[in-house]
């Protein structure tokens, strides 16, 4: 059983290794990848935008320069570090969400003050209204 196991957990099946195959050797692939480098980059500068007009005051971040997620961080206040996970439920409620930063810390449990927002699959009216949202719980 145990070398069955791992034989299974070497490599995946066949037809998937075929099927990917296929997608790497495809004549289009080239253009398919700017055409979506290009999108994702557009997204992310639209949601920079609106970073900047919702969360100029309230927080600091860098331009990611590749993946699908913004990295911010919260300015502290006379309070400290923003326990971000207990704004969550809050956010949720109004219909929006974000990764806390806190479950990426290796070693930490106290608050951080981080947070982790995807841009990839909002519209830019979607990505308004929620930023202009989380802006507002986090102001409270």
């Given at each position: ?86 704004l969550l439920p809050r956010a949720i ?5 974000f990764m806390p930063g806190e479950p ?36 409270s």
């Amino acid at each position: 059983m145990n070398t069955i196991l791992q034989a299974a957990d070497l490599h995946s099946n066949r037809l998937s290794q075929w099927l990917v195959l296929g997608l790497l050797q495809h004549p289009e692939r080239t253009q398919r990848m700017e055409q979506l480098i290009a999108n994702y980059r557009h997204k992310r500068d639209a949601f920079e935008d609106r970073l900047k007009h919702y969360f100029s005051e309230l927080a600091n971040w860098d331009t990611p320069a590749g993946g699908l997620f913004y990295w911010i961080t919260l300015k502290e206040t006379h309070k400290g570090k923003t326990d971000t996970r207990a704004l969550l439920p809050r956010a949720i409620e109004q219909g929006v969400a974000f990764m806390p930063g806190e479950p990426f810390m290796p070693f930490s449990s106290s608050p951080t003050g981080q947070i982790r927002l995807n841009f990839s699959h909002a519209s830019e009216a979607q990505m308004d209204a929620g930023l202009k949202k989380l802006a507002a719980i986090f102001q409270s």
